[in-house]
């Protein structure tokens, strides 16, 4: 067990390495430039390298274990043939208080239901025309699965794959170390208050889905590109900025309501909008996206965009394609979950037309989820504001802030409001946003107490230890197929499935389980969650899914 945590621990070091490694291929610049900046730039820089990386691998090669090892390897190696060990220290450092958080048995519910499940598909060497017959949710699953597909290596099989999702987490909070260290300015006052909200509030890899990895790299966009001054790189900086949010996008379609914040950074200061538009780095990254997002789409769905029906091909001449009624269907049961619909009272319980009719909704989604989920969370962002100004900070003096942006992240929290109206879709533009209205009216301090903030950040880290060994126990101690019985891995129950064979293929189908919902969670071959009839042609590695309704 030990020698296993061990790996795993290293594995995280030398992972965070290997993403730095291939964001120094994104940079592209010169080795002096490359030592003096935030070693974290790299590994967000290389997070996209990676993601696109991984999309054409699926689609060119089988997946395959040495293989990934090798592209883990070539990362690695980029790293020290640039940077040497420096940093080193610092992410092993950094990779070891924080390590406690990634130990998990039982993930987000999420994961088991269809998470998993899907990053598997992915990883059986078929490319799969209509993927989502096998169940509708794989049509919106996450890009970053592709990325999560390159950690199934030799030995340790699919046991790695949240090590890049913790790794953002872990990277943001490096970031905003090495730039509190090194900064003098108030921009440093946001970057401690989202150290210490991250380390208080986030603390577990089980919160961790593809909808909060979006809003930490939102907060690093942020941070970085738009309210950091680039004194000397503004237009580099806007195209990067740029390129970011596209890539969030990619991650996550709900990544939109941050449109207004790029907007912002375009339009703040001197503009350009031809040169931004014909600048050769954001059009090819924008091609590599488009093109990204729309092969994905098209594989799994048989459409160009899954949100826009004409571009699905008819069902009646490719029987692999998805019956668009079910994406329409799915969208429509995402959005009355997010509005909370299903939560009402049952008392003057309102139709589905009613309740979406005239903003009627407003009043029961602040009952069932603002009062329990969002304002709890504002009044930690209150303490945390609070404590940072009072106790860390020292000046008497108050720095004016230009507060326009405010205008702007408001209208950006309103599109999440009408469209994704949940906390983990929102977190960075309701945490933006309170912070900065904070600093309106309190003002922000000119110098801070070091000492003061290290001992915050200890007791800070001494809870979140604290917290997951508690958490940690407990699953040890758990009599339900999440027991600790993997450790330090994530467990991977044994499930009841019907198995079936069609033209050499082996697969199988959901069925019911003991204490556990239907799902296709870790079968041991393709898996088809629903009871429709599914049939299966092949062409080489390509694998074609007919869903008869």
């Not at 689609?59 to 790293?79: A, D, H, S």
């Not at 059009?283 to 789409?297: A, D, E, P, R």
């Not at 309701?430 to 950040?457: A, G, Q, R």
């Amino acid at each position: 067990m030990l020698i296993k945590t061990f790996v795993y621990y290293l594995i995280l070091v030398l992972s965070l390495c290997s993403i730095c490694g291939y964001g120094i291929l994104f940079s592209n610049e010169k080795k002096v430039e490359i030592e003096k900046e935030n070693i974290f730039n790299y590994f967000f820089k290389g997070l996209i390298i990676i993601t696109i990386l991984s999309i054409v691998y699926y689609f060119l090669i089988p997946n395959n274990k040495i293989i990934n090892f090798t592209i883990f390897l070539i990362g690695i190696l980029i790293y020290f043939k640039n940077l040497k060990f420096k940093n080193v220290n610092f992410i092993s450092f950094l990779s070891l208080i924080f390590f406690s958080g990634l130990l998990i048995s039982k993930t987000h519910e999420d994961f088991s239901i269809y998470h998993f499940q899907h990053i598997k598909e992915l990883t059986d060497g078929y490319i799969k025309f209509g993927m989502a017959n096998l169940d509708i949710r794989y049509f919106y699953s996450s890009i970053f699965a592709y990325t999560q597909a390159i950690f199934r290596f030799p030995y340790f099989d699919l046991k790695l794959i949240n090590l890049p999702v913790y790794s953002i987490y872990i990277s943001l909070i490096g970031y905003l170390i090495l730039e509190i260290n090194k900064s003098k300015n108030k921009i440093q006052f946001f970057h401690i208050l989202f150290l210490l909200l991250l380390i208080f509030k986030f603390k577990r890899m089980s919160e961790f889905g593809y909808d909060y990895i979006g809003q930490f790299i939102l907060v690093y966009i942020f941070l970085e590109y738009i309210y950091k001054n680039n004194k000397g790189n503004e237009f580099k900086s806007k195209v990067e900025s740029v390129i970011f949010f596209l890539y969030t996008l990619l991650l996550k379609i709900s990544n939109i309501y941050f449109l207004p914040i790029i907007i912002y950074k375009i339009i703040n200061k001197e503009l350009n909008i031809k040169q931004l538009l014909l600048n050769n780095k954001l059009i090819i990254f924008s091609i590599i996206f488009l093109f990204s997002f729309t092969l994905n789409s098209f594989t799994k769905t048989g459409c160009l965009n899954y949100f826009i029906e004409f571009t699905c091909l008819s069902k009646n001449k490719y029987s692999w394609a998805i019956d668009y009624q079910s994406v329409e269907e799915t969208k429509k049961l995402s959005k009355l979950w997010a509005r909370g619909f299903y939560h009402q009272k049952k008392i003057n319980l309102l139709s589905e037309q009613d309740y979406n009719k005239n903003l009627k909704w407003i009043n029961n989604w602040y009952q069932i989820h603002f009062l329990p989920k969002i304002f709890p969370y504002i009044i930690i962002l209150a303490l945390i504001y609070l404590v940072v100004k009072f106790f860390i900070g020292e000046s008497k003096k108050n720095i004016i802030q230009n507060l326009k942006i405010i205008y702007f992240l408001l209208f950006s929290n309103l599109i999440w409001l009408y469209f994704f109206p949940q906390f983990r879709f929102g977190v960075a533009g309701i945490s933006l946003l309170f912070f900065l209205i904070f600093s309106k009216f309190l003002k922000i301090p000119k110098s801070y107490n070091y000492k003061k903030l290290l001992s915050i950040c200890i007791i800070g880290l001494i809870y979140f230890n604290f917290s997951n060994f508690i958490r940690i126990n407990k699953e040890f101690h758990r009599e339900d197929i999440y027991k600790f019985v993997n450790f330090p891995f994530f467990v991977l129950p044994k499930l009841n499935f019907d198995e079936y064979s069609q033209d050499k293929i082996k697969y199988n189908r959901s069925s019911e389980n003991d204490n556990f919902w239907r799902t296709c969670f870790n079968s041991d071959y393709i898996c088809v969650n629903h009871d429709d009839e599914i049939e299966f042609k092949s062409k080489g590695r390509i694998l074609f899914i007919n869903k008869k309704n």
